[in-house]
């Protein structure tokens, strides 16, 4: 807010002193394309802010700060007349209300540099977490490369067996908390899951507000889970208020191959359901037709979960010989 404000008051200055010296102000287009090249890095404390967008003649600029950078930046073409940016605007509207199209790519990752992945996207939960992050799982959680790795378009997270901390696996838990969060959008994340037993991959997301009102009261979304003890099913779940741990809002879906291809699994996020797919293909819709603070605490934004789990409630018994698996992942791929 400081720096808008500043850059507010430097545009303020500009125009008087453009005023006093050659009687010139801004046209609305000109203006538009400086809020344009101030967006190119939107990711860093870009521009433009709603008082940017409601200067250059913009009507309704009511939603999210950080999602109308992110479309202008990503607009193809780059918006440069008053028409186009209002379109922009008024679609990030529709997206924040839910009732959007979910269909223009408003954030991704795909994994395409090698080395650790992108600072700017993922961040870590590291350890054991308490009791085993609530389901007695048994690894402890690094940002090694040793565990966590990009290389060759691919991120790979590789659960191992090694005495680590007190723990007798490690593995990696990435996450977009504090870097990336939405409400409504589309999710589609193009996976290889572990082969051996005793792995428990998730795909998952959970409310920013998981702080604040803890779980399960912030809402979670499983786009997908695979057990350890069946490696050609998958399956999608909701937690919240009105069912969570054994949650009775879960269906699983046959994916043959599931851990020697690639396969994409996503989630249809709007203001009226949640739908879970593999591979373009919907296997389950959640829907309540009476939406509560119990069974829809999906109106706030959410941010995204990577994670290769072993052993617990889900992942079961490891085999003794046991060395190593991993989850690769093609991309991360959101739409709004
Ligand atoms: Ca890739």
Not at 196 to 217: E, K, R, Y
Not at 234 to 245: C, D, E, K, P, R
Not at 292 to 311: D, H, K, R, S, V
Request: include cysteine; aromatic fraction near 10%.
């Amino acid at each position: 807010m400081k720096k808008n404000n500043s850059i507010i008051s430097i545009f303020v200055l500009f125009i008087a002193f453009s005023c006093t010296s050659e009687d010139k102000i801004l046209s609305v287009g000109e203006r538009i394309e400086q809020i344009v090249a101030e967006s190119d890095n939107p990711a860093h404390g870009g521009t433009p802010s709603l008082e940017d967008l409601a200067s250059a003649g913009i009507q309704n600029a009511t939603g999210n700060q950080a999602s109308y950078e992110r479309a202008i930046a990503l607009a193809v073409p780059t918006p440069t007349t008053l028409t186009e940016l209002q379109d922009i605007v008024n679609n990030v509207n529709d997206n924040e209300s839910g009732f959007g199209n979910n269909d223009i790519l408003e954030w991704y990752d795909e994994f395409d540099v090698d080395g650790s992945p992108s600072k700017s996207n993922w961040t870590y939960d590291i350890g054991t977490g308490q009791s085993g992050w609530g389901n007695n799982e048994l690894q402890y959680y690094t940002q090694r490369s040793d565990n966590v790795n990009v290389a060759d378009g691919l991120l790979t997270i590789s659960a191992k067996k090694e005495n680590f901390e007190g723990a007798s696996y490690t593995s990696a838990r990435l996450k977009t908390q504090g870097e990336y969060s939405f409400t409504y959008g589309k999710v589609e994340v193009r996976a290889k899951l572990p082969a051996s037993a005793g792995t428990w991959p998730a795909i998952w997301m959970l409310g920013t507000n998981f702080t604040t009102v803890g779980w399960p009261a912030c809402g979670e979304i499983d786009i997908m889970e695979q057990k350890g003890w069946d490696k050609n099913t998958i399956s999608a779940a909701l937690h919240n208020l009105s069912s969570s741990g054994n949650t009775e809002n879960t269906k699983e879906t046959s994916v043959a191959g599931s851990t020697t291809g690639f396969h994409i699994y996503a989630v249809n996020w709007t203001a009226e359901k949640i739908e879970f797919s593999v591979d373009g293909v919907v296997f389950y819709t959640y829907n309540p037709t009476v939406k509560t603070n119990e069974n829809w605490p999906y109106t706030a934004p959410q941010f995204l979960i990577l994670n290769l789990a072993m052993g617990g409630s889900l992942g079961g018994d490891i085999p003794s010989d046991f060395t190593e698996s991993k989850m690769e992942i093609d991309y991360v791929r959101v739409y709004r």
